[in-house]
Each structure stands twice: as C-alpha cells, then as structure tokens.
C-alpha cells in the first residue's frame, strides 16, 4: 500500500508492506504548496510544478501504476480558491488523484499512526499530541479509549509569510488568536489522565535530529522516534539556528525549510506552555503512515 501526503510545505510518500505492516519505501520532497498562498490565495503555478515533479520523481523510484494508491491532501488545497483546478492537473500530469482531506480527518488519521508507533515503542500512557503542519496545526488528547482534536489554521509556511520577522511572529503566537491556551485548558479539565506530550512533523523531527547529532541528508527515521527534546533543547538548537549562515541552515534542516523551521520552533514552544510540559516524545511517524495503515485495514477486512 501506498501513501500521498500532500501538505503545505511537503510531499510525503510511504510505502507498507499490509502483511507486515512494515516501511518498505519512503521519500519526503520540500514542494512548499502554500508558497504564496497567504497573499494571493491560490496555488501559485511554481509550486503546481513542484508538486508534480515530485510525484514523478516518486514514480521513478517505485512502482505507482502497479500499486495499490491512497493520496490525501491538507490545508493548503483545503483554502486555495484554485484547488479544483490545482486537483486536476495533478491527476492529468501524473495519474495521482488526490482527496481533500478536514482538519479532523488529518488528525484522525495522524493519531492513527503515532498510537501505532507508540505502541511498537512501549509506551501505553494518556498524550497530548501536536502535529505542526505548513497550513495549520493539530492537537489530540488521547488516553487507552477515547480521544479530542481540534484543528487549528496555525502553519510554519502560512505564519511565516504573513509575518515580517521573528519578532513578529512571536507575538502573533503569543496573542493566541487562535484559541490554543484555551482549548488545551478546557480539554485538561474535562480529559483528565494525560501522562505525556507527543510531536510528530518536520519541527520536532528536525530538532531531535539536530540533538542527536543529524543533519538533514543523515537522517534516520528509526533512530528520531522516541527520542526526547526538553524545552532546555528546543532553547538551544533554537538559537543554533539563528546565529547559522544560510548554507549551514540548509544543511541542517534541509533546502526549503530553512525559513520555516523558526517559526515552527516557536509554535512547538508555545505549546508546550500551554500545556505545562517541558519534556515532548518525538515520532517520526505521522498522516501518510496513518492513511497507510488504515487503507492497509480496510484491504484486511476486504480479505
């Protein structure tokens, strides 16, 4: 089974083997979707190109034609006034039909891979879980039954194209006109036993590898996941990133991102305050894992 996740910033694509549930394939190209879109509302041309040069170049490295293929896609072509338009093309130019997926169905789908991580890794305990997108953030509480999300249209990609500067973005954040502190609040109060604070997604990806000694082309999913970053650590490789040229920054976190991995920094950090941690677990793992595996459940049902 294959899986397309087309979000703001990033084309992600894994390949599972259903009868083992194991990561066969997978490959992650900074397409940056909603480049522009915070200005003009659309999906530029450029980044149109983008998104299908990466499809083929996926397609060029396995088999798409002969597999099984489940593609969704996330805030950037949930917002654009040209989604239709964007949709359509992709589909003509590589044969990839992909669905418009809600916030909701993104963390569903999100949760579906991390409980799955967590569960190889050990870890039975109540989280709070935080998905920090190009477009738009998520964030779950979820313990051994039951689980709330709530999606909110906060991205690294988004912020940091409606703001002039670090500054600027901090405070945006800060102002919290998005209502996190008070969801996170409400959902303390009425959720209950929640033990730890779990991250998937670019940011606390990059800042555990970062931790750990990894750059960019060094990375190894199976040695991020379950690693665990202090607010100390995200302080630290934050002001790393900050005195590095542009060279070294591309290095470190990869080209296309350089100028985004601050901004998700500073959202990861507020979060955490929120909700009074100061330790975060980090999974790798994240929506096309989860569209994965519940495609790959589906074909076990079928059988």
């Known amino acids: 089974m294959i899986a397309f996740d087309l979000g703001s910033n990033t084309l992600r694509c894994v ?24 200005t003009t509302g659309n999906i530029s041309d450029d980044a149109i190109k983008r998104i299908i040069d990466g499809i083929l170049e996926i397609g060029s490295k396995h088999d798409l034609k002969n597999s099984s293929v489940k593609a969704v896609t996330t805030e950037a072509l949930r917002s654009a006034g040209n989604s239709k338009i964007v949709l359509d093309t992709i589909k003509e130019k590589t044969g990839i039909g992909f669905e418009v997926i809600d916030g909701d169905e993104e ?83 009425s959720f209950g036993d929640i033990e730890i604070f779990v991250a998937t997604a670019g940011t606390p990806t990059t800042i555990a590898a970062m931790k750990i000694g990894m750059d960019y082309e060094s990375y190894d999913r199976k040695k991020i996941n379950g690693v665990k970053i202090t607010l100390d650590d ?42 009074g941690f100061d330790e975060c677990t980090v999974i790798d793992d994240g929506l096309r894992e989860g569209v994965a595996l519940e495609e790959c459940r589906k074909y076990d049902n079928l059988a």
């Open 107 to 189: 963390a569903r789908l999100t949760l579906l891979a991390v409980k799955h991580r967590l569960n190889i890794l050990g870890i039975d305990k109540g989280f709070i879980l935080v998905d920090i997108g190009g477009g738009s953030t998520e964030i779950i509480f979820c313990d051994r039954e039951s689980y709330i999300l709530k999606s909110f249209p906060l991205g690294i990609v988004t912020l940091t194209q409606q703001c002039n500067g670090i500054n600027e973005i901090k405070e945006r954040i800060e102002k919290d006109s998005f209502g996190i502190s008070e969801f996170i609040r409400s959902s303390t109060d």
């Open 234 to 275: 995200i302080n630290i490789e934050f002001d790393r990133l900050l005195i590095m040229d542009e060279k070294a920054r591309k290095k470190s976190v990869g080209v296309g991102r350089e100028d985004l991995i601050t901004t998700g920094v500073l959202i990861l950090e507020f979060i955490m305050k929120c909700a």
């Open 15 to 38: 390949a599972i083997d259903c009868s083992t549930l194991e990561i066969v394939f997978e490959e992650s190209i900074i397409v940056k979707s909603a480049d522009g879109i915070a």
